[in-house]
Structure formats: structure tokens, C-alpha cells
């Protein structure tokens, strides 16, 4: 068994900061990309950032610059670090983490940003 144990999320206003954390445990033997989707109301889930275990990430779009993903894979955790948030960042974020090419998925964080 994965478990995955997210925490960081909240309320903020536009352009506030927030830093979100995934901890894997459990029957890990080799993590390989972890990451962050959201899911706003209405709206399917998209993919947010990826990292790989070497340290190679992916950003959507819409966070370029202003996110950033890292991971310390000593302490099989992966970070969020969202900053210059938006109100369109209002999600529920959802940490995935890929362990023998099996997807596993977070419980999710709500982000919530007013204007």
C-alpha cells in the first residue's frame, strides 16, 4: 500500500503565496515522477507541474514563472511552491506520484484565492 499525505493548501488572496508538500509512504521501492494536477469546479483535471526523479520538470502554461515543483527524494516528498497566486488558481490540488509505472493520487488540498 501508498499513502500519500498532502498538506499546505488554504486561503489566500491574489498574489499571496502558498507552498504545498506531498509525503509518499508505504510500500515504496523506486518513486519515479511525482507531481500536481488541479481540478476547479466544473472543470477536468489538469496537470499543474511534474518532476522527475533527476529533477527534470514540466509546467502548464499557466504557471510558468510563477510555480515551482521540487522533490527531496530522501524524504520521498514533492513541494509545490505556487506564488503570485490568481483567483483562476482556485482548484482542488491533487499530488500523483508514479511508483513501478502504478499512478497513485493524493486525497487533495483546496487552494482558494480571492481577489
Known amino acids: 500500500q501508498v499513502q500519500l499525505v498532502e498538506s499546505g493548501g488554504g486561503a489566500v488572496q491574489a498574489g499571496g503565496s502558498l507552498r504545498l508538500s506531498c509525503a509518499a509512504s508505504?510500500?515504496?521501492?523506486?518513486?519515479?515522477?511525482m507531481g500536481w494536477y488541479r481540478q476547479a469546479p466544473g472543470k477536468q483535471r489538469e496537470l499543474v507541474a511534474t518532476?522527475?526523479?533527476?529533477?527534470?520538470?514540466v509546467y502548464a502554461d499557466s504557471v510558468k514563472g510563477r510555480f515551482t515543483s521540487s522533490r527531496d527524494n530522501a524524504k520521498n516528498t514533492v513541494y509545490l511552491q505556487m506564488t503570485n497566486l490568481k483567483p483562476e488558481d482556485t482548484a482542488v490540488y491533487y499530488c500523483?506520484?508514479?511508483?513501478?509505472?502504478?499512478?497513485?493520487w493524493g486525497q487533495g488540498t483546496q487552494v482558494t484565492v480571492s481577489s
Open positions: 518532476i522527475t526523479r533527476g529533477g527534470g520538470t
Open positions: 500523483r506520484v508514479v511508483i513501478r509505472s502504478a499512478v497513485h
Open positions: 508505504g510500500s515504496i521501492f523506486s518513486i519515479g515522477t
